[in-house]
């Protein structure tokens, strides 16, 4: 790999554990004071249950990627597939812009992760 490839995919995942890190963060916390508060469909158990996989997920992706583990593409497209339905169900329930667009950008970066060569 030559240097400029190895300093882009550096970059990449660099900007794919902050995209992860943010969606943790945004979920968990969204589901936890927003959801909860607000109740009805915001706790109903597929879509709270969504955002909490999706926070997991999102950690669990940063972690193997700071790691440098060798399935960390297998995961980011694992993450990638979950952030979208997290935003697909944040979108349906409403009120929750910020929760859609941290899936969102985690998982165009989840996608561009999952499909760098090595």
């Given at each position: 790999m030559n240097q400029q490839t190895h300093t882009s995919s550096e970059h990449g995942m660099s900007a794919c554990i902050e995209a992860c890190s943010h969606c943790h963060q945004v979920c968990?916390?969204?589901?936890?004071?927003?959801?909860?508060?607000?109740?009805?469909?915001?706790?109903?158990?597929?879509h709270f249950?969504?955002?909490?996989?999706?926070?997991?997920?999102?950690?669990?992706?940063?972690?193997?990627?700071?790691?440098?583990?060798?399935?960390?593409?297998?995961?980011?497209?694992?993450?990638?597939?979950?952030?979208?339905?997290?935003?697909?169900?944040?979108e349906k329930v409403g009120g929750m812009e910020a929760c859609v667009k941290a899936c969102r950008d985690c998982a165009?970066?989840?996608?561009?992760m999952a499909n760098v060569q090595h």
């Open positions: 968990l916390q969204s589901a936890m004071n927003h959801c909860l508060k607000v109740g009805g469909k915001h706790v109903e158990a597929e249950r969504l955002m909490i996989s999706c926070a997991e997920i999102c950690q669990t992706s940063a972690n193997f990627q700071l790691m440098g583990s060798p399935f960390h593409q297998r995961v980011c497209e694992v993450c990638a597939e979950v952030c979208e339905a997290c935003a697909l169900s944040c165009e970066s989840c996608r561009k």
